[in-house]
């Protein structure tokens, strides 16, 4: 019926205008529809076109004659691989536990295992793996239940298709979530219950890690147990002693020139052969052109508006709501004590070549490069030591006390964790630790390192800017991590990117305000070669599908806690410009939350001339939760205001829910049992709507933790 009713309103918008005004716009439709459908129906690009401009001699080249093949069944075959473990991975927690395990399983079993990215090769070619192999999934859960970019063909293929028959498939799998997201590794679920349905076997029950309270890492360990214990039982696997074996070979060579060497900046950046994702712009080296403090100089804490320049990259672009990706580098302090508990801070210049034993194997380390690079910008040093690599480290302990040490730590999950409570259990910190700060690590493989210890991946920002106001400069809003250790220790964990930006901003000096944290790490900032010099960072723009609906006039609510308030401040940013074109406006409420009024109200008074300008289309409800002594959150506020929620939800207002999950979780807790007590609902009925809403993007969250 609304269909109906839409095409007769726009039939009686049509006799309203004159003729001439019709032609025009009909004539201005057709080459509107012409231009969203090139490339779709005309002037796509010739696939081929790149022929033109190949030498002749690389048609038949030993590099397209070795050209990896997509078919999972011929790879395994030709590789002699009897296990290939998948992985789906956004963030890359999947990519190290798969790569971890087929290292483990090559050397506690000499089983010849692949770890696979899931869209290095064709989805359908799964069937053809005959049932002498075995697959292992580990697939991660992102955003609201979606699979991993990697994962999306695969989630196609088995979503979708009608002829799936997967009879031969022997399989097992491991997904990884949060239980403050409402849909807990969902990802595995679709997948294994479409593998069954397709008639793959599973040889053991799929395990599922929960990272809502850091959990992650031994729901791994503990599912890999049982793995193992299943190849051993049930398919003739024999544990043999684990050993040390490197996947991997570096070599010092000094014929190599500085010009040739990989010294920190990200690949995206420097291949230019490279394709990224479809859903990022290319690395660019952005300048920071503004930087203050949004917390009151009586708080304790950093929060920071930081604001990059886009003038002189005209391939990056961004739209309101999307999120900027930011490439920190590690301490020097971090970096230092590395070196010099390995024994090696004399050779950390020496060019080195890193290469794979076994042509079937990825590491995803730059080559060639030096250890000063690859400690500095290329492995995430910072992040504590797994129980499982504590336990691998002991096979290279220098001393018995070192060695009796570390194997306290990894045979007992209580020990371990009173530990990392106590301590904070860097690579570097951890060795210094064990060898009583006085011993070095000579039989240390560095390849066991680079092997071991996750990349150093990018941090992602919600963009708090509006690129219909600032198309050419975008801002991200940062709250600063830094937690003491114990209530006994001075000591703290600093959040590695905030601290490098918190870092930036000082060395900019566009403000006078002193750091509450006055002694803090130190970084090199003027990045690899000096590309950095002058306040720049290594950043990207990542697409975000969390929008505002395109009509104007169309009502939203929104709901943030802390840094959550970073895309509203672009949402309203931009409706107030297009306020000021004689556009009209919806109706907008904005919840947020925060500690204090006057200590960490981001934005206040930005918010407050906002909403003046938009002559009471904007009501902003405020929550702060230390200034009473009953704690008051933003899904309290929601709670409160539930009558006037449910009703601009009824009249298709969209929802917006941005911060910590969960919060989120709680603010969905909310409005569900305000649908159901104002409208009668079952929980039936409050399923069916709030998955439609979610569905059609009438329900968009931005959430994180």
């Known amino acids: 019926m609304s269909g109906y009713v839409s095409s007769l309103h726009a039939f009686n918008l049509l006799q309203d205008i004159p003729a001439d005004e019709v032609a025009f716009l009909g004539a201005a439709a057709a080459v509107l529809a012409g231009y969203l459908v090139k490339g779709t129906l005309w002037n796509k690009p010739d696939p081929y076109r790149r022929t033109w401009f190949e030498r002749p001699q690389e048609q038949h080249s030993a590099r397209n004659l070795n050209r990896e093949t997509r078919d999972i069944a011929q790879k395994l075959k030709e590789a002699n691989k009897d296990i290939v473990v998948f992985f789906g991975s956004q963030s890359g927690t999947a990519e190290g536990f798969a790569n971890r395990l087929a290292r483990e399983l090559q050397i506690r079993f000499g089983a010849n295992a692949l770890a696979a990215d899931l869209s290095d090769f064709e989805a359908d070619s799964i069937a053809r793996i005959p049932s002498s192999k075995l697959v292992i999934f580990i697939l991660s859960t992102f955003g609201e239940g979606d699979p991993s970019d990697n994962t999306a063909d695969l989630w196609e293929w088995l979503t979708k298709s009608t002829s799936v028959n997967l009879t031969n498939l022997r399989y097992m799998a491991f997904g990884l979530g949060n239980r403050n997201y409402k849909y807990y590794n969902r990802v595995v679920d679709v997948v294994t219950e479409a593998l069954s349905k397709a008639g793959a076997r599973a040889l053991l029950p799929t395990a599922k890690a929960d990272d809502s309270a850091g959990g992650t890492e031994e729901d791994f360990m503990e599912w890999r147990d049982s793995l193992c214990h299943v190849l051993q039982r049930d398919l003739g696997y024999e544990q043999k002693e684990s050993v040390y074996e490197p996947t991997i070979t570096i070599i010092e060579d000094d014929s190599l020139k500085p010009i040739d060497l990989h010294l920190g900046e990200p690949i995206e950046a420097r291949n230019s052969r490279s394709r990224s994702s479809v859903l990022e712009s290319s690395v660019s080296a952005l300048p920071l052109v503004k930087a203050k403090e949004l917390f009151a100089s009586s708080s304790n804490r950093n929060c920071l508006h930081m604001e990059f320049d886009l003038s002189?990259?005209?391939?990056?672009?961004?739209?309101?709501?999307?999120?900027?990706?930011?490439?920190?580098?590690?301490?020097?302090?971090?970096?230092?004590?590395?070196?010099?508990?390995?024994?090696?801070?004399?050779?950390?210049?020496?060019?080195?070549?890193?290469?794979?034993?076994?042509?079937?194997?990825?590491?995803?380390?730059?080559?060639?490069?030096?250890?000063?690079?690859?400690?500095?910008?290329?492995?995430?040093?910072?992040?504590?030591?797994?129980?499982?690599?504590?336990?691998?480290?002991?096979?290279?302990?220098?001393?018995?006390?070192?060695?009796?040490?570390?194997?306290?730590?990894?045979?007992?999950?209580?020990?371990?964790?009173?530990?990392?409570?106590?301590?904070?259990?860097?690579?570097?910190?951890?060795?210094?630790?064990?060898?009583?700060?006085?011993?070095?690590?000579?039989?240390?493989?560095?390849?066991?390192?680079?092997?071991?210890?996750?990349?150093?991946?990018?941090?992602?920002?919600?963009?708090?800017?509006?690129?219909?106001?600032?198309?050419?400069?975008?801002?991200?809003?940062?709250?600063?991590?830094s937690k003491q250790i114990h209530a006994d220790s001075p000591e703290r964990i600093m959040g590695l990117t905030s601290n490098y930006l918190l870092a930036l901003k000082n060395a900019v000096k566009q403000e006078a305000k002193v750091d509450p944290v006055p002694i803090g790490p130190t970084y090199t900032l003027e990045g690899p070669n000096s590309v950095l010099e002058g306040g720049k960072v290594f950043a990207q723009i990542r697409r975000s599908k969390f929008k505002l609906p395109l009509i104007a006039s169309h009502p939203i609510v929104m709901v943030a806690a802390g840094t959550g308030i970073a895309p509203f401040r672009a949402f309203l940013q931009e409706r107030a410009r297009l306020q000021s074109m004689g556009r009209e406006v919806g109706q907008m409420m904005l919840f947020f939350g925060c500690r204090r009024s006057k200590e960490d109200y981001l934005y206040k008074q930005e918010l407050d001339e906002i909403k003046e300008s938009f002559n009471g289309k904007l009501e902003i409800v405020t929550a702060f939760s230390r200034e009473q002594e009953m704690k008051i959150y933003v899904q309290d506020r929601v709670e409160e205001h539930a009558e006037k929620v449910v009703r601009m939800l009824q009249a298709d207002a969209i929802l917006y829910v941005c911060g910590a999950a969960a919060m989120a979780r709680e603010v969905s807790k909310r409005v569900g049992e305000a649908m159901k007590r104002i409208n009668s609902w079952d929980d039936g009925q409050l399923k069916a709507w709030s998955e439609r809403a979610k569905r059609i993007n009438r329900w968009q969250e931005d959430v994180w933790g």
């Open 312 to 481: 002189r990259f005209p391939e990056v672009k961004y739209k309101t709501g999307d999120h900027m990706a930011i490439y920190a580098s590690n301490p020097k302090e971090e970096v230092s004590r590395l070196l010099k508990v390995l024994g090696l801070d004399d050779r950390k210049e020496i060019p080195l070549s890193i290469s794979a034993l076994n042509p079937a194997t990825k590491f995803s380390a730059p080559s060639p490069t030096t250890l000063q690079a690859l400690f500095q910008h290329c492995l995430e040093i910072c992040a504590p030591v797994s129980r499982d690599t504590v336990n691998s480290l002991c096979q290279f302990a220098p001393t018995a006390e070192a060695k009796n040490f570390l194997h306290r730590l990894a045979s007992s999950k209580e020990a371990y964790s009173d530990h990392i409570l106590r301590n904070q259990v860097t690579i570097g910190r951890l060795l210094e630790q064990a060898g009583q700060y006085n011993t070095i690590w000579k039989s240390l493989p560095v390849t066991f390192l680079v092997e071991t210890i996750s990349p150093l991946r990018p941090r992602y920002y919600s963009i708090s800017s509006s690129s219909v106001v600032q198309a050419r400069q975008v801002s991200i809003t940062v709250i600063v991590d």
